[in-house]
């Protein structure tokens, strides 16, 4: 079962609050009832607090943050490479126990909320109930239940099929009422075999069917959009977030468009454009570790040097598009769980947010404020201020100055407990 939250002081030699304001030293957070009772100068919140209140002092190098937010998991497969169908072959009951294993890995590095995107059945359920009920550690969860997609389409082994309006809007309400906290439709196809990230799945009527039956019941919308086709109709329809926006065409390439791009500014459209997951990052790391250790074959200094033209060239459109939308509506999210994206880098995801043109510290509001924001939760977590919920990650380093102190955690606090 869940524990009591306890009373309790953290210091650190550092404090990012998420809101803009620049890096505080050795401050403090005060906790209470699993949220923020106050925070700031420590020998200030030292002096506050009770004598009876439980201190935690992490040091003069570890820098306390907001939990992070990864807009985008898949916790019922596993990301060791196999191939959808593989995967899928699992049982649901082994995809839960996948999922607990992920969550724990997620929560471990520091992810304290996530979206879940999309699993087979009342996978993705199960695993929020078993949270909720304390028999499993992980994030919170936000969870969308079974991804609507067409006949054959992109995750359609998830069992939501739903062709034509009608049918959409009745999947909507079989999710709704089942317990999704929103609403995510496959607007393109995707890496499912018979199907085509090039071209849409649904027309702007179908999704606007979508996102007119979500906000009746209060939900949020997101949508996959690889395909340029499938984002010019999820801006049409209204979606609140598209997933990925690669500006594929036909042809299979990367095409930028500038005037789909200022469409999408003007829309207010929340972007989650898992970069990890077009770049093959995690190959990327591997084979540049390999590389320099010297441990790398001939083979693999010509694949590494492949994926990082492929990488350039999605690194590339992001940069153009945010030169035009901003960085403010931009939702990291890692995709975790299909092909090899495992679970534990949404490092992977800032690092390369960096890389396009934000700064360490946009890259972790990023993360935090905008995430929260994008999700609807703003009001609860994405900053560390009075009254929100008490979850606080500390790095070894502050991640402001240099983005890889991402990677080295010290501590990992939820709802005010320690669980790192």
Wanted: glycine share 10%.
């Amino acid at each position: 079962m869940n524990k009591v939250a306890e009373d309790l002081v953290v210091r650190a030699g550092y404090l990012v609050d998420g809101t803009g304001r620049a890096t505080q030293s050795n401050s403090a957070v005060w906790i209470q009832s699993g949220r923020i009772r106050a925070l700031g100068d420590a020998p200030r919140i030292e002096q506050d607090a009770a004598p009876t209140t439980r201190r935690i002092d992490l040091g003069d190098d570890a820098c306390l943050a907001p939990g992070l937010i990864d807009g985008h998991t898949h916790l019922s497969l596993a990301g060791d490479g196999r191939p959808y169908t593989e995967m899928f072959s699992e049982s649901d009951e082994m995809m839960v126990l996948t999922g607990a294993l992920n969550l724990r890995l997620h929560l471990h590095a520091g992810i304290t909320t996530i979206r879940e995107h999309g699993a087979r059945n009342r996978v993705g359920f199960t695993l929020k109930d078993g949270l909720g009920r304390g028999y499993i550690p992980g994030p919170r969860m936000l969870v969308s239940g079974r991804p609507i997609t067409c006949t054959g389409g992109h995750f359609h082994m998830c069992n939501e099929t739903a062709d034509g309006e009608q049918e959409i809007r009745a999947s909507v309400r079989r999710l709704v009422h089942e317990g999704a906290d929103y609403i995510k439709i496959m607007a393109s196809g995707g890496g499912t075999a018979g199907t085509d990230p090039t071209r849409a799945s649904y027309s702007v009527a179908e999704l606007h069917a979508a996102v007119h039956e979500a906000h009746h019941f209060h939900r949020l919308t997101a949508a996959h959009c690889r395909a340029k086709e499938s984002m010019v109709h999820a801006v049409e329809a209204g979606i609140d977030l598209m997933e990925h926006a690669e500006f594929l065409e036909p042809d299979g390439d990367l095409h930028f468009d500038p005037d789909l791009a200022q469409k999408m500014a003007e829309s207010g459209i929340w972007i989650s454009p898992t970069l990890q997951a077009w770049c093959r990052w995690p190959q990327v790391v591997e084979l540049r570790r390999r590389r320099d250790t010297a441990e790398a074959t001939p083979a693999d200094l010509a694949e590494l040097q492949s994926l990082e033209t492929r990488a350039g060239g999605r690194l590339d459109v992001m940069r153009r598009m945010l030169d035009i939308v901003g960085k403010e509506r931009i939702v990291p999210g890692t995709d975790s769980g299909v092909n090899d994206l495992a679970f534990g880098h949404l490092d992977y995801d800032l690092e390369l947010l960096v890389e396009v043109g934000f700064t360490p510290a946009e890259a972790l509001e990023s993360a935090t404020r905008v995430s929260a924001e994008a999700v609807g939760l703003q009001a609860e977590i994405g900053t560390l201020e009075v009254g929100r919920i008490a979850d606080l990650v500390a790095f070894a380093g502050d991640p402001t100055k240099d983005i890889s102190n991402l990677s080295n955690l010290v501590a990992v606090f939820q709802s005010g407990q320690r669980v790192l």
